[in-house]
C-alpha cells in the first residue's frame, strides 16, 4: 500500500527553498520583536524617569519607535539591494570589509541571538507559572556559582530552565524541517500576539479604562524634574528595556534569500512590521496610563496601590489586565505572553542559523555549518550549533546578565550598516529596488540620533559598554587566528 504522504526527495538541490510570503515575512518583523518586553520594562522605565513622569515614559517609548523605523528604512534599502542569506552579515561585509561583517557574526552567535533565545524562552517558562505555580525558577540541581559583574549566578536545573529547554528543542527541530513551516508557524502566532495587544489596547483605552487614574496621569504628565539638557542622560539610560523590546526586526535580512520577491517583499515587512510594532508600543503605554498610575508604592497593598513603577515582578501587561479583568486577567494575560514569547523565539531560531550559514560559505565559521538540508532546504546544522548555545546559556543561567552588556554593541552595529548604505549605494541599484525613503537626510537623521544614544549608553553604563566591546573585541583574533588561517 502506498502512502499518501510522500518524503522530501534526497535529491532535491542543496539550495534554499523561496518559502517566506510577504504575510510571513511582515510576521517574521512582528514577532521577533514582540517577545516579553512590552510587558515588562514599561516598570523599570518608570522607575529611571521618576521625576519627570508619564510624559518621560512616552517620550523613550516614541523615540525608540523613530529610531528603530528610520533605520529599518535603510535597512530596506539593502535587503532590497542585495537579498541573500545572511543578510546584515553581507551588508557589513560587502559594504565595510570581512572583518567588520565577522565581528557582527561572532557576536551574533556568541551572546545576541543565542542569550536572546535562551532568555524569551525562560520567559515562557514565567508565564506558565501563572498557569502552574510548581515551575519555579528554584534551582533544584545545583551545578555550582559563577560570579558575574552583576552578582552571583547559580548554575543548574530548574523547571523554568526545564521548560525553556524544551521550547528551543520543539522549535529547532520545527524549523530544522523547513522553512515553510517555521514561518507558517511564525505567521500563526505573530497574528495572536498582535491580537492580544491590541485587544488590551483597545479596551484599556475605551470601555474598561479607568477615568480618575487617567486624570492622575495627565494632569501631572510632565512630572517635577527638570526639563533641561541634564534630562538626556536619564532618558538615554531609560531607552535600554525599549530597545530591546523593539530590537530583532533585522533578523527577517538574514532570511532573505528564502523570502519571495525579496526586492518587494523585504522593504514591506521592514517597513510595516516595524511601524506596526512600535505604533503597538506607545499604544500600549497610554493604555497603561489609563489603567494604572504611574507612580506607586514597593509596599503596596494591591495593583492600583503599587502602580506601573512597583508592578508585581515588572508585570506592567499582568497589572492592567487583573484592573481591567480582575484576578482572571492575571491568566488571560500570562497566555497571551507565552503566545508572544513562543513567536518570538520561532522568529529567532528560524532567522540566526542564516548569518552562520553565510559566514561558514566563506570559511569564517566551522565547514559542516556550511551546508543546507537537502531534504528540507534549511541550514539544518546550523540550526543544532545555535540551539546547544542556547541551550548552555540557559542552563548556566546567564543569558539576562549578558544581554544586557549587549545593548550597546547591538545599536552600534546597526548604526554601522546603515552607514554602509552610503558606501554601497556607489553600486547601480537594481531595476524598480527600494530607494531609502529621504535619503540621505533619513539616515543620517539616524545616525546623529543613534550617535547621541551611544554616548549616553556609554557615559551612564562604562561597565556594560566595555564588556559589550570586550565580546566584539574577542572575536579579533577568532577572526585571524582561528577561522582565516586554519579555515575550519
Not at 520561532?346 to 552562520?356: E, F, K, M, Q, S
Not at 558606501?423 to 530607494?435: I, K
Amino acid at each position: 500500500m502506498t502512502s499518501t504522504t510522500e518524503a522530501p526527495s534526497q535529491a532535491a538541490p542543496k539550495q534554499f527553498i523561496e518559502g517566506i510570503g510577504p504575510l510571513a515575512a511582515v510576521s517574521l518583523v512582528v514577532g521577533t520583536m514582540i517577545g516579553s518586553g512590552i510587558f515588562i520594562v514599561s516598570a523599570d522605565i518608570g522607575r529611571q524617569v521618576d521625576a519627570w513622569g508619564p510624559g518621560a515614559l512616552m517620550i523613550v517609548w516614541i523615540v525608540t519607535g523613530l529610531m528603530t523605523v528610520t533605520g529599518a528604512l535603510a535597512y530596506a534599502e539593502l535587503a532590497a539591494m542585495i537579498p541573500k542569506a545572511g543578510g546584515q552579515y553581507i551588508f557589513l561585509r560587502d559594504g565595510l570589509s570581512p572583518l567588520i561583517g565577522f565581528l557582527f557574526g561572532w557576536t551574533l552567535f556568541a551572546v545576541i541571538q543565542t542569550g536572546t533565545i535562551a532568555a524569551v524562552a525562560v520567559a515562557f517558562g514565567k508565564f506558565l507559572s501563572v498557569l502552574i505555580p510548581g515551575v519555579t525558577p528554584d534551582v533544584f540541581l545545583s551545578l555550582g556559582h559563577v560570579q558575574m559583574p552583576g552578582g552571583p549566578i547559580e548554575i543548574g536545573v530548574s523547571y523554568q530552565r526545564l521548560v525553556a529547554l524544551g521550547v528551543v528543542l520543539v522549535l529547532t527541530v520545527l524549523n530544522a524541517r523547513g522553512v515553510t513551516l517555521g514561518a507558517q508557524i511564525q505567521t500563526v502566532f505573530a497574528v495572536a500576539k498582535v491580537g492580544a495587544l491590541s485587544v488590551l489596547i483597545l479596551l484599556g483605552l475605551t470601555v474598561l479604562r479607568r477615568p480618575e487614574i487617567a486624570a492622575l496621569n495627565f494632569s501631572n504628565f510632565w512630572g517635577t524634574g527638570s526639563w533641561s539638557l541634564a534630562v538626556l542622560p536619564v532618558l538615554g539610560a531609560a531607552m535600554v528595556g525599549s530597545l530591546f523590546s523593539a530590537d530583532a526586526w533585522n533578523n527577517v535580512t538574514f532570511a532573505a534569500a528564502e523570502v519571495q520577491n525579496p526586492r518587494r517583499n523585504l522593504p514591506l515587512a521592514l517597513g510595516v512590521g516595524t511601524a506596526t510594532v512600535s505604533l503597538l508600543y506607545v499604544l500600549a503605554n497610554v493604555a497603561y496610563l489609563n489603567l494604572l498610575p504611574f507612580h506607586g508604592d514597593p509596599n503596596g497593598v494591591d495593583t492600583i496601590a503599587r502602580g506601573i513603577q512597583h508592578a508585581a515582578q515588572d508585570r506592567v501587561g499582568v497589572a492592567a489586565a487583573e484592573v481591567m479583568f480582575g484576578p482572571i486577567g492575571a491568566v488571560l494575560m500570562a497566555i497571551a505572553i507565552m503566545l508572544s514569547t513562543f513567536g518570538c523565539v520561532n522568529g529567532l531560531v528560524l532567522a540566526g542559523p542564516r548569518v552562520y550559514y553565510a559566514m561558514a560559505k566563506d570559511g569564517l565559521f566551522f565547514k559542516g555549518v556550511a551546508e543546507v538540508d537537502p531534504r528540507f532546504g534549511t541550514p539544518a546544522r546550523a540550526i543544532a550549533v545555535q540551539a546547544v548555545l542556547a541551550s548552555i546559556l540557559v542552563a548556566l543561567g546567564t543569558f539576562n546578565q549578558v544581554v544586557a552588556y549587549l545593548i550597546f554593541v547591538t545599536v552600534l552595529f546597526v548604526a554601522v550598516t546603515v552607514a554602509a548604505l552610503f558606501v554601497l549605494r556607489r553600486r547601480p541599484a537594481p531595476e524598480g529596488a527600494y530607494l531609502t525613503t529621504g535619503y540621505p537626510v533619513t539616515p543620517l537623521i539616524f545616525l546623529v540620533l543613534v550617535a547621541v544614544l551611544l554616548f549616553l549608553l556609554a557615559s551612564n553604563n562604562p561597565r556594560e559598554a566595555a564588556l559589550g566591546a570586550g565580546v566584539v573585541a574577542l572575536g579579533w583574533p577568532v577572526y585571524h587566528w582561528g577561522f582565516r588561517r586554519r579555515g575550519l
